[in-house]
């Protein structure tokens, strides 16, 4: 018989039953509500320092296109902001919609965004990304939202990556890219104790959500659905909505950068 594509079997809501934590007290993404954020005028602004030759690789790993990074040293790292000590860069990511009308995980008020990327980061107090990523502690992942607008030449050369790994499981080696290129121009943020929007869906992010969005024109968002859940020979299988939606804020404070 028919076996269901993964995007059907793996889709959010059935997820408590392989992890519980679904149903946690921190869990990712939220509705930010700028009204009921409060400033905290004790936090840093953030501190992001990116070396474009730490780039390794581009993958499609089933769930999203992932650009990896060497992090067997501190030059790609974040400090500052809301984090104490050095958070590693490791991966970014993104997650998008079917449509321009909806994509990001993290909602302002309610209003979706066409993608969001995460910067993700491990703290240097433990010995390894793996060790990190179910500390309390362990991660740090910079949210930036994207909205259509003019074509954004930073995300050319991602995007022409897209066709060499349309399928789960490919990858291509990716050098010399800068991920600064990705951040808006203000840092100004929000900030708040949460988790992997996927699972194992681990409690261990300090989430740090930028308010100013970058763009990506509409054609560029559409390169981003050219992409495929499915490995090659399986029937083909869009690669959109990979986006988890607003989860309970269980009494959760989000503080502000800015006022
Ligand atoms: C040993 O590794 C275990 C966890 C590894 N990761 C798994 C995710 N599902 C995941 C989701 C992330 S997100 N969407 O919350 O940024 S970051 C991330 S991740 O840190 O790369
Ligand atoms: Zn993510």
Wanted: glycine share 6%; hydrophobic share 35%; aromatic share 10%.
């Amino acid at each position: 018989d028919v076996i269901p594509p993964a995007s059907k079997t793996l889709r959010p809501q059935k997820w408590v039953e392989n992890f519980p934590i679904a149903d946690g007290v921190r869990q990712s993404p939220i509705d930010i509500v700028p009204g009921q954020a409060s400033y905290d005028a004790g936090l840093k602004p953030l501190d992001l320092k990116y070396d474009p030759s730490t780039c390794l690789d581009i993958l499609n790993n089933g769930h999203s296109v992932q650009v990896t990074f060497a992090d067997d040293t501190d030059s790609s790292r974040l400090t500052d902001g809301p984090i104490s000590g050095l958070y590693r860069l490791k991966q970014f990511h993104f997650h998008w919609g079917a449509s321009d009308d909806k994509g990001s995980e993290h909602t302002v008020a309610g209003t979706k965004y066409p993608a969001e990327l995460h910067l993700v980061h491990w703290n240097t107090k433990y010995a390894s990304f793996s060790e990190a990523a179910s500390k309390p502690d362990g991660l740090a992942v910079v949210g930036v939202f994207l909205k259509i607008g003019g074509e954004n030449p930073n995300l050319q050369k991602l995007l022409k990556a897209f066709d060499t790994i349309k399928s789960k499981g490919k990858q291509t080696s990716f050098a010399n890219f800068d991920p600064s290129t990705l951040l808006p121009g203000c840092l100004d943020y929000w900030t708040y104790d949460g988790s992997l929007t996927t699972p194992p869906l681990y409690e261990s992010v300090t989430w740090i959500v930028c308010k100013e969005p970058i763009t990506a024109s509409s054609a560029q968002m559409a390169k981003f659905r050219t992409l495929l859940f499915s490995a090659d020979g399986a029937a083909p299988d869009c690669m959109v909505n990979n986006y988890r939606p607003p989860q309970p804020l269980k009494g959760r404070t989000v503080r502000a950068s800015f006022k």
